[in-house]
Structures are given as structure tokens and as C-alpha cells.
């Protein structure tokens, strides 16, 4: 083969590898010629589904991300939201909140000065007989709308219920088991409870019930909607109780362990009537403003002890 037919040969090769088509003619006289037709590397050869190909990349117009809003006016804004196809979001100062319980008593209950009952007689027992009908109803009214969220509720059973609770949060409060506490008294009653026994150690007891628990107000409110309604009831305690508090060097500072105390206590109960999930708990302690000031607790410091003189230990185990 001649040195022309060998390169002829070559470039067909390299043709075919670049995606040529070789078509061979062949004419009755003349020598047989290759004609080659040339195609695109990118295009495919089947067009089959050239036009799905074609629907299968899609032109996004993308945004400037360098252009900002405070950048642009109001038109300008609202024109670029119409255009793709977009509602202006809308400013909100507001935050959502969840009120679990409220800032105080509705209607504090006023217990009659020494807790007695004047006579009916006298003008001071009249005014008191009067006032005492008038909070009778009341209460009458906000049980009956109690009901209505929680149709099992007895006052009487709810009077025992309240010793059970008040109990247990005392409980642990001695103890300071803060996630028991959670639950048995409100977001209000906690920090109240907690305050100033911080390294200080505390023993209360329980003893005994000197009178059955009592009702002895019940009032409902409405928060910022009509659907939102709290419940609070006021039971009276007259318990005997034992209480002592030490300081971090285990000093007394309050109370005694071995002496019992009557105590007559109004405390609030309060419940999220529109929470189905809501539980009665300790939210506050009503203390008359005729009950006279507790009595202040001692104060304990370190004393600063100086070096012992050897002399005086033996002077004090000589005359021992």
C-alpha cells in the first residue's frame, strides 16, 4: 500500500472516532469515493425527545441579591411583589404570649379582724351579716360558671383536695424539689415561696387539722377574651403546723422543731378554666391587714476566732 493510501486510510479512522458518518458510493466507471458528513458532538442523534429535553430546564429569572428592601421605596416594593406574583407581608409588633395563670386575686377575700363574728346586733355585726350575703352570691355565681367548665366539682371535696395540695407543696419546699413545686403552685406563688432560702435548711411538719377545710369565696374572671376564664377559690386552714429554719452554719433562725403552732391561713387556689388540661394550684396567701407584723428572724455572722493561747486551755480543764 502506497504511502497516499495509508494516510487516506488514517484520516477516515479519525473521522469515524469524531462522530462521522461514512457513506461508500460507488459509481459504474469511476473509482469508488467515501463521502463523510459531519455532525455535532453536543446534539443528540435520536430526536426523538428533543422536545421533553426541552421542557426539561426551565429559566428562572433570579432575584438581585445585593438589591435591599430599605433600599427601595414603597412603589418600588409593591411593584416588585406584583410582578412576581407575591402578597406584601404584613408588619406584626405583636408577640404571642400564654398566660398560665394571673398577676393576683380577682376580689381578695377579707377575713373578719381575729376571725370571729361580731353579734348581729351591733351595727359592726350588721354591716359584716350584710356583706357576707352579698359575697355569698357571688360565689354562688362564679361556681355555677366553674361548672360549666368542670361539671364534677364539689366544694366540700374541693376543700380536701386544697389540704392535699397545700401539703405537699410545703412538702417540697422543705425538701426543694423545684420541679414538684412547679406543679402545685403557679408561676406567681414560686418565687414567692422561694425567696430568701437560699442556703438555709427547712423543717415543717404537718401535724393535724384543728377544723375541716372550707370554701369560703369563689370567683371567676375573664382575660383579654371572653373564652380565657381563670377560676380562683379562697379555702380557709386552721391547722397545727411545726416549722424551723436553720442558717447555712445550722443556727436557728426561726420557728422550733419541737414546739406546734395553731395557724389560721385564707389561701387562693387558682385553675385555667379554659384549659382542659388544667389542675388546681397554690397561687397566693391572703394576710389581713389588722394581723400583726411577724417577728423578724435573727440575724447569724462569722465570727472572726483569734489564735488559742495554750495557757488558757489548760487554765479552764484545770478548774474542770
Given at each position: 500500500m502506497s504511502?497516499?493510501?495509508?494516510?487516506?486510510m488514517f484520516a477516515v479512522g479519525r473521522l469515524v472516532q469524531s462522530h462521522a458518518t461514512l457513506v461508500y458510493t460507488q459509481t459504474l466507471k469511476a473509482a469508488p469515493c467515501f463521502l463523510f458528513v459531519r455532525h455535532r458532538t453536543t446534539k443528540h442523534w435520536n430526536p426523538k425527545w428533543k422536545?421533553?429535553?426541552?421542557?426539561?430546564?426551565?429559566?428562572?429569572?433570579?432575584?438581585?441579591?445585593?438589591?435591599?428592601?430599605?433600599?427601595?421605596?414603597?412603589?418600588?416594593?409593591?411593584?416588585?411583589?406584583?410582578?412576581?406574583?407575591?402578597?406584601?407581608?404584613?408588619?406584626?409588633?405583636?408577640?404571642?404570649i400564654y398566660l398560665s395563670c394571673t398577676g393576683g386575686i380577682f376580689e381578695p377575700y377579707v377575713p373578719p379582724e381575729g376571725d370571729g363574728k361580731f353579734s348581729a346586733i351591733s351595727t359592726t355585726g350588721a354591716k359584716q351579716k350584710v356583706e357576707f350575703v352579698q359575697k355569698k352570691g357571688s360565689s354562688i355565681m362564679a361556681v355555677r360558671k366553674m361548672?360549666?367548665?368542670?361539671?364534677?366539682?364539689?366544694?366540700?371535696?374541693?376543700?380536701?383536695?386544697?389540704?392535699?395540695?397545700?401539703?405537699?407543696?410545703?412538702?417540697?419546699?422543705?425538701?426543694?424539689?423545684?420541679?414538684?413545686?412547679?406543679?402545685?403552685?403557679?408561676?406567681?406563688?414560686?418565687p414567692e415561696m422561694l425567696h430568701n432560702t437560699h442556703n438555709k435548711t427547712i423543717h415543717w411538719k404537718f401535724i393535724q387539722s384543728l377544723e375541716p377545710s372550707r370554701v369560703v369565696q369563689a370567683r371567676c374572671t375573664e382575660v383579654i377574651t371572653k373564652d380565657n376564664v381563670f377560676g380562683q377559690l379562697t379555702v380557709r386552714f386552721h391547722t397545727q403546723q411545726v416549722l424551723a429554719v436553720y442558717d447555712r452554719f445550722g443556727r436557728l433562725l426561726h420557728g422550733s422543731e419541737f414546739v406546734t403552732k395553731d395557724v389560721i391561713e385564707y389561701i387562693v387556689f387558682?385553675?385555667?378554666l379554659s384549659n382542659q388540661y388544667g389542675i388546681w394550684r397554690l397561687h397566693d396567701k391572703i394576710i389581713p391587714t389588722w394581723?400583726?407584723?411577724?417577728?423578724?428572724?435573727?440575724?447569724?455572722?462569722?465570727?472572726?476566732?483569734?489564735?488559742?493561747?495554750?495557757?488558757?486551755?489548760?487554765?479552764?480543764?484545770?478548774?474542770?
Open positions: 504511502a497516499i493510501a495509508s494516510k487516506a422536545k421533553l429535553r426541552k421542557e426539561k430546564v426551565m429559566k428562572v429569572k433570579l432575584p438581585n441579591f445585593n438589591q435591599k428592601p430599605e433600599d427601595m421605596t414603597p412603589e418600588e416594593q409593591r411593584s416588585m411583589m406584583r410582578e412576581r406574583g407575591l402578597e406584601r407581608p404584613r408588619v406584626w409588633n405583636e408577640r404571642p361548672r360549666n367548665y368542670e361539671e364534677e366539682l364539689n366544694l366540700k371535696t374541693f376543700a380536701e383536695d386544697a389540704r392535699e395540695i397545700y401539703i405537699k407543696a410545703h412538702e417540697a419546699l422543705n425538701v426543694k424539689n423545684k420541679l414538684e413545686l412547679r406543679q402545685l403552685v403557679t408561676e406567681r406563688a414560686y387558682e385553675k385555667h394581723m400583726p407584723p411577724k417577728e423578724p428572724s435573727r440575724k447569724t455572722f462569722v465570727s472572726k476566732v483569734g489564735p488559742i493561747d495554750p495557757d488558757e486551755v489548760n487554765a479552764v480543764q484545770t478548774s474542770a
